[in-house]
């Protein structure tokens, strides 16, 4: 039996990209899953084909907007009796909007990277935390970025966004070092998803520019480092995994093929 067989996962952002592919290696190692995102329809269609796949396992889903905090607080204390438990939490969603400099950017697109990246990712720890404390178990894995630990031009917002979860990260962990509760960073490089479709309005044509001349990671790349990450024994506990895709060695320091 493995580790994580019927464990509880509770996933932001699971209707697209990284939080997709965690529901499939989650679901793969025989966990329950809580999925969560802002798009109904594509959760329970996610569900049906995992529910088809692992008959096993256990499936709710639930409509998320993760910068609510009467939304988080209602959709975790309304679970189920059988998902209340809840074992990992990822917090997954997350988004970043233009590339505009610091004198320029929009004050709507600063409201929506930080209520998503940071309030967001604040109100699913302090709805779901409790119960692992009061259980003394549990694992709580943040999706950060190389954006975390670097900034670039054009991305001053995101990028503070993302040093705050790393500081949230690192003081969780301290606060819980007498527990048994886990805490995790994921931070990766380039990773193909929506993220730069979203990122561009849109745009696929220049989203994907982003990734000429290399080979990006894709969602199951990063999902892989989170399952081994929440699959480790009692007694180890993974901080940080920094993963690139080959010929990033920082956020700007790409190689591309002419």
Do not use: W
Not at 39 to 64: C, D, F, G, S
Not at 148 to 160: F, K, L, N, T
Request: net charge neutral; proline share 3%.
């Amino acid at each position: 039996m493995g580790r994580l067989q019927q464990k509880t996962v509770f996933i932001t952002g699971a209707s697209a990209g990284i939080g997709a592919s965690c529901a499939n290696q989650f679901a793969a190692e025989g966990s329950n899953l809580i999925l969560t995102a802002r798009r109904l329809e594509r959760l329970n269609e996610l569900k049906e084909k995992l529910t088809k796949e692992y008959p096993q396992i256990k499936i709710h889903v639930a409509k998320l907007n993760v910068s609510d905090k009467a939304n988080v607080d209602e959709v975790i204390s309304s679970l189920p009796q059988e998902f209340k438990n809840i074992d990992v939490l990822v917090n997954n969603a997350g988004l970043v909007v233009g590339l505009d400099s610091i004198q320029d950017v929009a004050s709507d697109a600063v409201d929506t990277m930080f209520n998503t990246n940071v309030k967001g990712l604040l109100y699913c720890t302090q709805a779901i935390l409790p119960g692992m404390k009061e259980r003394n178990t549990g694992h709580i894995i943040n999706v950060s970025s190389i954006s975390g630990r670097e900034v670039y031009s054009g991305g001053g917002i995101y990028c503070a966004t993302k040093h705050a979860v790393e500081a949230l990260t690192r003081t969780l962990r301290l606060e819980l070092m007498s527990t048994k509760v886990k805490v995790t960073s994921i931070a990766p490089g380039l990773v193909e998803t929506e993220f730069s479709v979203v990122r561009f309005n849109g745009d696929k044509e220049r989203a994907d520019q982003v990734y000429n001349g290399m080979t990006p990671l894709n969602g199951d790349d990063i999902a892989e480092n989170i399952v081994f990450a929440a699959s480790r024994p009692e007694h180890v506990e993974v901080a940080d995994i920094l993963i690139f895709p080959k010929g990033q060695a920082g956020a700007t320091s790409v190689y591309r093929k002419q």
